[in-house]
């Protein structure tokens, strides 16, 4: 590969890492409007580190998480939404390693556990250095029943999404990629 070359791929992924961070910050601006969408907002975020993963490879689409993770928590939109993109938007680029595992009962399980520690985490990590943030109160409010009830609600999303990940990259690799000519 010739220097130009590279030095074109590399303006391309540049470019194309930061379209998706800056559409994804869009998207999380957008969520802090609309109370239920704390939780999909940094789900539909994730979706966008899959073309970055499949063209230019985990370096670039950790680098854009990272990205996009520091600035929605430093723009202050959603708080609990900007974190639940840092403890699980990266998950669409660790997926595919977890999918390695042979047997479906315990990759189910390493993925519940995943989701359920990261959560969880998360939510320590809210009380201790936000204590006064609404949502905590909410979970206190609810009790322990309820807060049990929706970390298994939570969970079972997230094994949805991790079911929705290989369509979407079907989608992407079989109808949107070959539409993007400047790519190749």
């Known amino acids: 590969m010739s220097n130009h070359s590279k030095a074109r791929r590399q303006s391309l992924m540049m470019a194309f890492c930061g379209m998706a961070a800056g559409l994804s910050l869009v998207i999380m601006l957008m969520g802090g409007l609309i109370p239920i969408a704390t939780y999909a907002v940094p789900m539909l975020c994730g979706l966008l580190l899959l073309p970055i993963l499949l063209e230019f490879g985990k370096t670039a689409a950790w680098t854009t998480f990272f990205a996009v993770a520091a600035l929605a928590l430093m723009l202050d939109f959603d708080r609990e939404a900007a974190f639940f993109y840092l403890f699980i938007g990266y998950y669409p680029i660790v997926k595919w390693q977890f999918d390695k595992i042979k047997s479906k009962g315990l990759r189910l399980l390493v993925k519940a556990l995943l989701f359920a520690v990261s959560m969880g985490v998360m ?48 989608i992407y690799a079989n109808r949107i990629r070959p539409k993007l000519k400047f790519l190749k």
Do not use: K, N, R
């Open 123 to 170: 939510y320590a990590l809210l009380y201790l250095f936000f204590p006064a943030l609404a949502v905590l109160q909410d979970f206190e409010e609810m009790g322990m029943i309820l807060s049990i009830l929706f970390l298994l609600a939570y969970v079972f999303c997230m094994l949805l999404y991790d079911h929705l990940l290989v369509g979407c990259v079907m």
